[in-house]
């Protein structure tokens, strides 16, 4: 048995093939396929049913597969023992970021990261919430910045900021000449929302107390702020964005951006780690660049 062999088991187990595994270990699928056909050997057991789509662990690959993370995760960890002993940092960190916070903060941080701690490899995927917390529990990504209290049990989450949230309002809407905006006077039927699977579509429509079987004016959902805010430009809707938008906003439309009534809504904006996790040299140093970098703003 071998780490190689874990860590290609580990690959397929997490993406349900063989053929994503292999490109994501930057191997042949013969030659992870013959890795894995040779740990099953020694082992004695099937680890994968591969007459399923995807492949799935068998019961006997669950059982080895929750031991394989946790050597996979102290192999890994050895690196970073030794960068701390030495008084580096230093190590790979995979980061996984949602959709409402990726566009206005990784270019905050990122550089000034990469600048302060050239021996750590940075690497950033942009990930709904939901997978999110799969790809942690996976042990597919270190750490996250999620919107705080959307992650659930067996993560921790460090609060880094708040986020405040803004009515940004089309000139043909009725609320447009008001400067504050109470949720109440929101008619639902001018709300349009991002995409189910984005946290903050939920935040919005707890926010506004929404049933889900309201009618709508215009049936429109976009995983994208930006492509939300284009709609309430040519209609008469109505949008809420987090205020790490705002300074995106074009100086002609800044009308638009108006206040929720004595700024009670926001969200906090955090880092998230499973309880278990290791690395925290390097999660450290990125939480504390980011503050850094945030103050700035």
């Avoid at 492949?55 to 669950?62: Q, R």
Wanted: charged fraction near 25%; aromatic fraction near 8%.
């Amino acid at each position: 048995m071998t780490i190689i062999q874990l860590e290609y088991f580990l690959a397929v187990a997490n993406f349900g093939s063989f053929s994503i595994a292999a490109d994501h270990c930057f191997v042949t699928q013969p030659s992870l396929s013959m890795q894995i056909k040779s740990l099953e050997e020694e082992l004695g057991v099937m680890l994968l049913d591969r007459s399923k789509k995807p492949v799935i662990p068998t019961e006997a690959g669950e059982v080895v597969l929750a031991q394989a993370r946790e050597a996979l995760k102290e192999y890994n960890s050895i690196k970073e023992v030794v960068s701390q002993l030495k008084g580096e940092i230093a190590g790979k960190i995979r980061l996984g970021v949602i959709p409402t916070i990726a566009p206005y903060l990784l270019h905050k941080f990122i550089p000034e990261f990469v600048q302060r701690y050239p021996k750590v490899e940075l690497e950033v995927r942009e990930m709904k919430t939901e997978h999110i917390i799969d790809a942690l529990n996976r042990d597919r990504i270190d750490v996250a910045l999620v919107a705080g209290g959307t992650c659930g049990e067996g993560i921790i989450e460090y609060d880094l900021f708040d986020d405040r949230f803004y009515a940004y309002v089309s000139p043909s809407n009725a609320l447009f000449n008001r400067a504050n905006i109470r949720i109440e006077d929101i008619d639902m039927r001018d709300l349009v929302l991002l995409s189910v699977g984005n946290c903050m579509r939920d935040q919005v429509l707890e926010l506004c107390q929404a049933r889900h079987s309201l009618p709508s004016r215009y049936y429109f959902e976009s995983g994208s702020l930006d492509t939300l805010m284009r709609i309430v430009d040519c209609t008469s809707c109505i949008t809420i964005i987090p205020e790490m938008s705002l300074e995106y906003i074009p100086k002609e439309r800044a009308r638009q951006v108006k206040t929720l009534f004595k700024g009670a809504s926001s969200r906090k904006i955090s880092l998230a780690i499973r309880r278990t996790y290791v690395k925290k040299s390097i999660v450290d140093a990125l939480r504390s660049t980011i503050s850094e970098c945030v103050g700035k703003k």
